[in-house]
């Protein structure tokens, strides 16, 4: 069965630091990646997402995810994080045999001033 | 563009107590989906229609939810009776086809039971 992970559960970090979220997926064949992201009292909305072509995908906000299939992760990465970053960040797949979503347990980012 | 609606916000009952969630998609959509959001999880899905039609189902405990989409617009999910497990946040989402990439949520529904 498909499951996806997601390493750290709460993140802290200072303003201009570099970001790195872990997301480890099991699934045997081709699939589709997404971050998404929820800003506080805001809905979920997509980051970016990876279907096929250049492993390194460019999502909203300087964000950027790098999709390497030898290791099952797709890890989310911004070079210098803001204040506004403060948000929970998922991460999803689903094999391409169907269009379900199986999402990862969240990340909860802070971002201090 | 208006984005998906859901009422309403917030709920609390009582366990054994019957609850009933409503969304309205965004125009045009033809494929829904109900989640299930508990606390320090990922969204997991219950049901997924297209149009009116249930395309899955298979993660909906079908014992005490239920839901319909009559006339492929809007969407009401019932949970009857609730159980203390059921706290949760209950997110729906919509899409023009069943593809995830083009999944748009609405901002949930927080059920509380005690």
């Known amino acids: 069965a498909q499951s996806v992970s997601q390493h750290n559960h709460h993140v802290i970090l200072s303003e201009a630091a570099s970001l790195e979220l872990g997301c480890n997926y099991s699934?045997?064949?081709?699939?589709?990646l997404f971050w998404y992201v929820q800003y506080p009292g805001q809905h979920l909305q997509l980051l970016l997402k990876?279907?096929?072509?250049d492993p390194l995908v460019k999502g909203i906000k300087g964000f950027e995810a790098e999709f390497i299939k030898s290791k099952f992760s797709f890890n989310l990465r911004k070079p210098s994080v803001q204040w506004s970053d403060t948000a929970e960040y998922f991460c999803?797949?689903?094999?391409?045999?169907?269009?379900?979503?199986?999402w990862g347990a969240g990340t909860k980012l802070i971002i201090k001033p | 563009e208006a984005g998906v609606a859901q009422s309403p916000r917030y709920k609390i009952i009582e366990k054994r107590q019957s609850v009933a969630f409503w969304c309205n998609p965004i125009?045009?959509?033809?494929?829904l989906y109900w989640y299930q959001q508990i606390l320090g999880q990922g969204p997991k899905l219950l049901i997924q229609?297209?149009?009116?039609?249930?395309?899955?189902d298979s993660q909906l405990p079908k014992d005490r939810f239920s839901a319909e989409r009559l006339k492929g617009v809007d969407s009401t999910l019932k949970i009857q009776p609730a159980k203390l497990e059921d706290s949760a946040v209950y997110l729906c989402?919509?899409?023009?086809?069943?593809?995830?990439?083009?999944?748009?949520f609405g901002p949930g529904t927080r059920l509380t039971v005690l």
């Open positions: 990876y279907f096929s072509g």
């Open positions: 699934y045997g064949g081709t699939v589709n």
């Open positions: 999803a797949v689903n094999g391409k045999s169907n269009y379900q979503l199986i």
């Open positions: 989402a919509s899409s023009l086809v069943a593809a995830p990439s083009g999944q748009f």
């Open positions: 125009s045009g959509h033809a494929t």
């Open positions: 229609f297209q149009n009116n039609g249930v395309v899955d």
